[in-house]
Nanobody, 123 residues
């Protein structure tokens, strides 16, 4: 059974940092790409970042480039999202998702989703 479990969310002041984790089970990161998405009430879910361990491809939304870094630890089957210089507009529920592809694209629907973790950035 495929399972994705996010952790690491919380409350932080603007300019601070958080590191989100996405622990995957039921598949290996060699075969699946992992993406991070976020959603706030009344808005569509947006892609934040994604990674393919097999190809090394990473991608970021323009709004987070230079501030967020995605990485993977295949031994732990876990993907991380390091979020620095956080802004109040980064406040959202963050979801990780998995899709069986070596060429991830945040503009299409991904196959598997976690339950999400809340990130709140205070001004």
């Amino acid at each position: 059974e495929v399972q994705l479990v996010e952790s690491g969310g919380g409350l932080v002041q603007a300019g601070g940092s958080l590191r989100l984790s996405c622990a995957a089970s039921g598949f290996t990161l060699d075969d699946y790409a992992i993406g991070w998405f976020r959603q706030t009430p009344g808005k569509e879910r947006e892609g934040v970042s994604c990674i393919s361990s097999s190809t090394g491809i990473t991608d970021y939304a323009d709004s987070v480039k230079g501030r967020f870094t995605i990485s993977s630890d295949n031994a732990k089957n876990t993907v991380y999202l390091q979020m620095d210089s956080l802004k109040p507009e980064d406040t959202a529920v963050y979801y990780c998702a998995a899709d069986r592809t070596r060429y991830p694209n945040m503009n299409y629907w991904w196959e598997y989703w976690g339950q999400g973790t809340q990130v709140t950035v205070s001004s």
